[in-house]
């Protein structure tokens, strides 16, 4: 289909691996219950959903003080999902399916349990007390400048065994690495080649943006917001210019091994992503304003446009709606119609350009789940409840049945299971044919077999789409058109760029209309259901199998 590389053309998907299969009955997911459910994810054939990586959230050995995102060994596994040996032996099954697998690699920060950070802190001598980021009191409040956690609170903990402050962008518990020491940096390539020898094809690479910081440690200057972080503009704690030779290296490293890839967590915005991603510095980085914006038509179309205009010549977007981070899009763009709607997001994302990823349970129209105060467990939700409940309502486990412990656990799930699980689960809906999970099945498999999804030029074909979108796919001599009525009434577009007639044949439809095309006569018409998504190509064939069947 493509000469480009896999992660250019294919659909990756997101597994919190605490909450998605779990194999022993203790309540939390692991790595033997993702290879019991890989068939589900991609068994060669459309009657699986069809994704072409899976990205693991972190499984490395952790207290757990951020559920895995502070890690204490980086080459190894944590008991909780398994061991060495099942990792390999998912890497050995998930290949022979050809699913490639991605790992999380958290690079910013370690756990404060790492032996390199228990050296750290014994003393000012020791070797590795460079390591990470020390800096003597100043100032009345004592601490270095006035950077702000993520978390909350000054991101500057004091340590009185020392008598100096540590650096720590998130929890006290996860200090910040000093990458400009080489031997840190030389330590975290080696982690790299660790798992990349193991058979990992590529990495997510967790807060990307962060590894450096300003050297002269200035004050950040402040910024409307609600809470500390969000009050200050972060000129000097992030998005410093050593950043791309860093980039430089982990891309050398990786091209060493063929196709392997990167993609990176970038907490800045649309600009700063584009500006490290391309050839030469990493392959891929998040897009996340699809997660920030209202449900509608021109806050995409403008997003997509704005990104476009960003990219450097060669730089491919990557776009989220979900993840382990964000309320699932079933729950905040739902409104009175979640299962049409998520729908029709599922389209707008896997016919966009780009390399679209996919959170768990977001095939199935999962939405948030409701943990009472008692039952969080999210350092946030604790926090800050109950304005913000964290992050646990989007980590419930993944109902795969209607059946005693939805299929996840034989056990007490580690957080509860959804209320609506007996209806929004992977059996039901893949008995039914108009199910979310079975659109998304058809998008994703018609997508393996179009060049224009996979490759094709982007087009809008409304410059003011207040009620929906539209635009072309184009590849070589296939075209795709796409229309998206976001809203609960029918509606016909007149559109801004005249369609040759007879040329057009609908073959994805999600509610299985009578919606039409008409080209002719100087202009094109299209007619959309309500809250319909509808794809149409200009070389559909009997033999071609482009019908999203």
Known sequence: MSDRPWWQTGVIYQIYPRSFADSDGDGTGDLRGVISRLDYLNDGTPRSLGVDAIWLSPFFPSPGFDFGYDISDYCAVDPLFGTLADFD?????????????????VLNHTSHLHPW????????????????????PKGKSGAPNNWQSVFGGRAWQWDPSTRQYYYHKFLTQQPDLNWRNGRVRRAMMNVFR???????????????????????????PPA???????????????????????????RALLDTYGARMAVGEVMGNAKQAARFCGPGLLPLAFNFEFTRQSWSPAAFQNAVLRYERLLPEGGLPCYVLSNHDNSRHASRYGGQAPEARAKVAAAMLLTLRGTPFLYQGEEIGMRDGRIRRLEIQDPLGKKYWPPNAGRDPCRTPIPWTA?????????????????????INVQTEREDPDSVLEFYRKLIWLRKKSPALQSGGYRPLLSHPDRALVYLREAGKQTMLVGLN????????????SLSPGRWKKILSSCNSQSDLHGGAGKTVLNLQPNEAAIWTTDYTEKSGLHGK
């Open 224 to 250: 409307p917001g609600i809470r500390g972080y969000e009050r200050q503009k972060h000129i000097f704690d992030a998005d410093q210019p050593e950043l791309i030779d860093a980039y430089r290296e982990i």
């Open 117 to 136: 950070f228990v050296q750290s802190r014994s003393s000012m001598a020791n070797p590795k007390r460079d390591w990470y980021l020390w800096q003597d």
């Open 194 to 220: 660790f798992w990349l020898d193991r058979g990992a094809d590529g990495f997510r690479l967790d807060v990307v943006d962060g590894y450096f910081k300003d050297a002269l440690l200035r004050d950040n």
């Open 89 to 105: 032996l998912l890497v050995t099954e998930a290949h022979r399916r050809g699913i490639r697998i991605i790992l999380d690699l």
């Open 403 to 423: 059946g005693p412990g939805a299929g996840f656990t034989s056990g007490n799930p580690w957080l509860p299971l959804n209320p609506d699980y007996r209806e």
């Open 486 to 497: 976001f809203f609960e009434q029918p509606i016909q577009l007149t559109l801004e760029e």
